[in-house]
């Protein structure tokens, strides 16, 4: 009988601090400081190192960015696609942690077909374009 008790007893405790280390952990995410940007995608074209993204810009004009593949190969990469039907795809939403760009979120048509989708030739500089580790967004 008093083994249970103290089993009961030493149960409480652990349940009582386990929040207290839950806290301390998410601590940290909740002092980052966190900018999102959404742009309407104007077209999208893949290739096999990525994707080329056509946005518009806050001036009207057209500009671009490059999507290397590898960012989408795995979760928690620096990329993500979430495929759909919505009236609203396609657009992106870009994140920058502390400034600095942290991962990139496209939506997009499931539809491949779409007029919203084509396909990027082959080109001299294609590649090059591809081999980058972060977005610098002009908008």
């Known amino acids: 009988m008093k083994k249970m008790y103290t089993f009961i007893i030493a149960l409480f405790f652990i349940v009582l601090i386990t929040p207290a280390f839950s806290q301390s952990a998410n601590s940290r995410n909740k002092d980052d400081d966190i900018f999102v940007k959404t742009v309407p995608i104007v077209k999208i074209y893949s290739h096999q190192l990525g994707y080329k993204i056509l946005f518009l810009k806050s001036n009207l004009e057209i500009g671009s960015i490059y999507a290397p593949i590898k960012w989408f190969e795995h979760a ?16 992106f939403s870009i994140f920058w942690r502390d400034g600095k760009f942290d991962y990139i979120r496209i939506y ?3 539809n491949l077909s779409d007029s919203t989708w084509g396909v990027l030739n ?3 500089d294609v ?3 591809f ?4 977005i610098k967004l002009d908008f």
């Open 122 to 124: 082959a080109g001299p």
């Open 131 to 134: 081999d980058i580790n972060e």
């Open 76 to 91: 928690g990469g620096k990329g993500e696609i979430v495929w759909g039907d919505s009236p609203d795809y396609p657009y």
């Open 108 to 110: 997009v048509k499931r």
């Open 127 to 129: 590649e090059k374009k």
